[in-house]
Nanobody
Framework: VQLVESGGGSVQSGGSLKLSCIVSGLPFKDYCLGWFRQAPGKEREWVATIDSEGTTRYPQYVKGRFTISKDNAKNTLYLQMNSLKPEDTAMYYC???????????????WGQGTQVTVSS
């Protein structure tokens, strides 16, 4: 199983970035997929999930600004991030949940991460 993120970078506050994650080695369309992030000195936190039927969930701190989506034909997961804030600065990881429950603490396959830095 391999998950490879891309699209991170540096942007000013209020800007946008779109992250991508190419997934291989698992039945992409059948898995719950998600994005998580971790800032230096902080615990990893959930950013968005999308289940096999395309149902999406977001925590309050990104709802309305971030959009998760996927392309089953390309085995690619996306995260569109708008209205970025300095507190969004973190390493962003894509992940897959083999359990099928789509609970944020059950994700068991992880990418290496892509850095997002938002300056004020």
């Amino acid at each position: 199983v391999q998950l490879v993120e891309s699209g991170g970078g540096s942007v000013q506050s209020g800007g946008s970035l779109k992250l991508s994650c190419i997934v291989s080695g698992l039945p992409f369309k059948d898995y719950c997929l998600g994005w998580f992030r971790q800032a230096p000195g902080k615990e990893r936190e959930w950013v968005a999930t999308i289940d096999s039927e395309g149902t999406t969930r977001y925590p309050q701190y990104v709802k309305g600004r971030f959009t998760i989506s996927k392309d089953n034909a390309k085995n690619t997961l996306y995260l569109q991030m708008n209205s970025l804030k300095p507190e969004d600065t973190a390493m962003y990881y894509c992940a897959a949940d083999s359990s099928g429950y789509c609970y944020t603490d059950l994700f068991d396959y992880w990418g290496q991460g892509t850095q997002v830095t938002v300056s004020s």
